[in-house]
């Protein structure tokens, strides 16, 4: 048990400086009832949501380790309360990593929009898709649906959101639908996608097919960036938008290609097309921006920022696939998703500090003046 709690004190120097006065500040404690301190209430709900347990499960072995004495009601009130407290934290720890949460274009409001597939632990265990939405930089969970994994109404998809207008959608290519695309422009919002040219057929101003590999041969070295005037076809509607495309660096081009052997020789084919092997070379974004409100320079930035936050929850997705979801309010689940992003955050800067780390194992807290040697 006294592993357990130096392991605890080591994670806790890595917490943001102020994490007990954002506890009091966003209301996540009226009453410490069960608790003896803030310590205990977070170390309790990161047990919940970090080691997969459910809320009874996780009451129990509080009260086993000494950390608390609560119901498993009294510990999900104690997570509907804790929101923002999280939140905030996650966003705290994101610029610890050096994520600048700021998109490049200012005045407009951005919406990071995505999915995860998370399996309950156990033979019986379901499966279930997270459906939410981000607001940027804030990391305010505006959005948060649950459905099942296979059957009507459960796919990505764009439709399934309500946007305002003026707002920047940012999405990946699992959202590079024609309906999606049509949803957001009927709302009056702009969209910025990673293109599946598979999926979603662009035309020129004469009505012809956009030759996308033709065009993208212009790019012939790292870094060269372009774009083109398009369109969406929607039944008789036409959507304008514009192509931008970076061509990859050659490493980024490698490993791209062999995935797409590797998906190839699963589906027994021998290799990929010569037009879905071109288009690896290049990251393709559709955006319906016009050219006065974000150049391609920062149409691509503002994809980045999602790609980079994408990278983070590719962490929260393997460690998501521990836990149990709470299916009881979107509140209760906005928090344990927040819980999940925290303790991913938390493994991401472990590992930065890793390479660096200190002979005795952990970060020695900064004092306001020097301590003698003897």
């Given at each position: 048990?006294s ?48 080691c ?16 608390a004495d ?30 600048d ?16 597939t ?36 459960t ?84 959507i ?9 660096s ?16 699963k ?40 790609w ?24 209760s ?7 999940k ?15 660096t ?18």
């Open positions: 048990m592993a357990l709690r130096e392991d605890w004190d080591v994670l806790r120097d890595l917490f943001p400086p102020d994490w007990e006065e954002l506890g009091r500040s966003t209301g996540a404690v009226r009453r410490l009832r069960g608790f003896e301190s803030l310590n205990d209430l977070l170390r309790t709900l990161l047990l919940h949501v970090g997969g347990w459910s809320l009874r499960e996780t009451a129990v072995q509080a009260k086993l380790a000494g950390i609560v119901s498993d009601v009294t510990l999900l009130n104690r997570l509907r309360q804790a929101e923002d407290w999280l939140r905030q934290l996650c966003q705290q720890l994101w610029k610890d990593n050096g994520v949460l700021q998109p490049a274009l200012q005045g407009h409001l951005f919406r990071l929009v995505d999915a995860t998370v399996k309950e632990p156990g033979k019986t265990g379901g499966q279930w898709r997270i459906h939410y939405s981000m607001r940027l930089p804030s990391l305010e969970c505006d959005h948060f649906d649950l459905t099942a994994v296979e059957g009507a109404d796919g990505e998809k764009l439709g399934r959101f309500q946007f305002h207008a003026g707002e920047v959608v940012l999405a990946d290519a699992g959202y590079s639908h024609v309906a999606g695309i049509t949803a957001v422009v009927d709302q009056r919002a702009d969209v910025c996608v990673r293109l599946n040219p598979h999926v979603l057929p662009l035309w020129t101003r004469q009505d012809s097919r956009f030759d996308i590999v033709k065009a993208v041969q212009t790019l012939r070295k790292a870094g060269d960036v372009a774009e083109w005037a398009v369109w969406v076809k929607a039944g008789q509607r036409r304008a938008g514009r192509l931008c495309g970076i061509r990859k050659e490493e980024a081009i490698r490993r791209a290609q062999r995935r797409l052997t590797r998906k190839a020789q589906k027994g084919q021998d290799k990929p097309s010569d037009a879905r092997k071109a288009l690896a070379c290049y990251v393709l974004v559709f955006t319906t921006l016009s050219g006065k409100h974000a150049t391609t320079q920062q149409v691509l930035n503002c994809y980045r920022l999602r980079q936050i994408e990278l983070t929850f590719k962490r929260l997705k393997s460690i998501a696939q521990l836990g149990h979801v709470p299916k009881r309010d979107d509140q689940s906005r928090a344990w998703l927040y819980g992003l925290f303790v991913a955050l938390l493994t991401q800067k472990l590992m930065r500090i890793g390479s780390i200190s002979p005795w194992g952990y970060l020695l807290p900064e004092t306001a003046g020097k301590e003698p040697l003897a």
